[in-house]
């Protein structure tokens, strides 16, 4: 067994850089096996949400009796009052060598538990096997009835330790979906969350984008599928307005923003979800990528305090900050470029007053700090380095590989993809 659970760790993790020395790679492996045992260890004794493995086969819904959760979470009162995390999950297809790829679906603003129920037979019906899905019921309805709000976001946060945690599931095939008010959590949530996504799926939605900035999603694969004449709340108009925004991003950054957003002809509110899974699940996650950009905004008055491989320690606005990061390999020089953010509402729609089209402002951030993860995925490190900020080196040596530094790694993001044994604080 413990051979068994040793190469499953092992498969999780990239292969190191041809440019990191032996040495050094030789520490880094043994350091991520022993600091990610032992979070997992922790987490399965201290998680209130943590759950017995395996995984069991997905429940299909039967006609003659109600189905029952397979799961549930108790949502803390401070975040949503009496909210309880029902979900049905379980498992299609035979476990694959590298894990299970997971799924995770919300249902639209229908009678609660019918939407539930719906969206279980559409799980089961989905051509994606194999595969483990999570099916969860919206805790409340009426001023509740948002999968993006304070509540949701701390069930979703759980969730993502919970599965990356297990040695049954791939953490390279995250992949996130719904349909109608899903649809509109589901994108919002995927910008919110992209470093942790391999794709993401949003269906017969249709979200501003100053509620999810398409530059998150450089290196989170992106599908849209909305009716043409779905005009409700502007749905068709503000996804062609994302794929717009994402054709745009992808002729700037060739190869960061793989998407496809399609307004499927003749089609209102309702149309064909098949499409969706399969396109997902060719995808993969790049959990350390050499270049990205990140807009760090607020939802439900909540923001994320660290985003691929950057952990914010200060930002200097009260509103929105904007990063981009680039490891050049050839010279092992980081560089960062931030900014302050403002939007202007360029067009709105005259019926529901919903902002359409934007003009995004940024201006140089005076002042900020950020402690930079780092790897040998991202630079060398038996040798010095530069790191920048907006065109001032800020600090220039070797970064230190320890174990308290991949310690504070796994606590802020649970990812056995993201053990970073090193990293640099800087602040200007």
């Known amino acids: 067994m413990k051979t068994l659970r040793t190469f499953l760790f092992l498969s999780f993790l990239p292969v190191l850089p041809l440019f990191a020395s032996d040495k050094i790679s030789r520490r880094i492996l043994a350091m991520q096996k022993e600091v990610w045992q032992e979070w997992t260890q922790r987490w399965q004794v201290e998680s209130a949400t943590a759950s017995p ?39 299609k297809g035979e476990r694959p060598a590298a894990g299970f790829p997971c799924y995770l679906y919300l249902h639209g603003s229908g009678p609660s538990e019918s939407e539930w129920h719906t969206g279980l037979v559409l799980a089961n019906r989905f051509d994606d096997a194999p595969s483990l899905w999570f099916v969860p019921r919206i805790p409340n309805e009426a001023g509740w009835y ?30 996130l979906l719904g349909i109608s008010e899903g649809g509109y959590g589901s994108q919002r949530l995927s910008s919110f969350f992209a470093d942790y996504l391999a794709a993401a ?24 599928l909305t009716g043409a004449n779905d005009a409700t709340f502007c749905r068709n108009l503000l996804t062609e307005r994302t794929g717009q925004t994402l054709d745009s991003l992808a002729r700037k950054y060739p190869g960061e923003y793989v998407h496809r957003v399609e307004l499927i002809p003749h089609c209102g509110h309702g149309i064909d979800y098949s499409p969706t899974t399969p396109w997902l699940s060719r995808h993969r996650r790049t959990p350390q990528p ?23 320690l200060e930002e200097t606005a009260e ?46 951030a005076p002042h900020g700090r950020l402690r930079v993860f780092l790897s040998p995925e991202l630079a060398d490190l038996s040798r010095p380095l530069r790191l920048s900020v907006n065109g001032k080196t800020l600090f220039r040596g070797k970064a230190k590989v320890e174990k308290r530094v991949m310690e504070r790694a796994v606590a802020l993001f649970g990812d056995p993809l993201r053990l970073f044994p090193a990293a640099v604080e800087v602040e200007w």
Request: aromatic fraction near 12%; charge should be negative.
């Open 146 to 175: 948002r999968w993006w709000q304070r509540g949701k976001q701390w069930a979703l946060q759980q969730l993502l330790r919970h599965v990356l945690a297990s040695p049954d599931v791939d953490a390279a095939r995250l992949y």
């Open 53 to 91: 493995a395996p995984f069991l086969p997905l429940p299909r819904p039967a006609a003659d009796k109600p189905l029952e959760a397979t799961l549930t979470w108790h949502v803390p009162d401070s975040l949503e009052p009496h909210a309880e995390w029902r979900m049905f999950h379980g498992t």
């Open 201 to 224: 799926g949003p269906m017969a939605g249709g979200e501003p984008l100053i509620n999810a900035p398409a530059e998150n999603l450089s290196h989170t694969a992106f599908s849209f």
């Open 319 to 364: 509103g929105r900050t904007a990063y981009e990061f680039t490891a050049h390999a050839e010279t092992n020089e980081l560089e960062l470029k931030v900014w302050n953010v403002t939007y202007e509402t360029a067009q709105s729609d005259s019926r529901w007053g919903i902002p359409l089209v934007f003009h995004r402002h940024l201006s140089p």
């Open 290 to 312: 050499r270049h990205f950009l990140w807009e760090n905004f607020e939802m439900d008055g909540v923001k994320r305090n660290a985003f691929f491989n950057l952990e914010v």
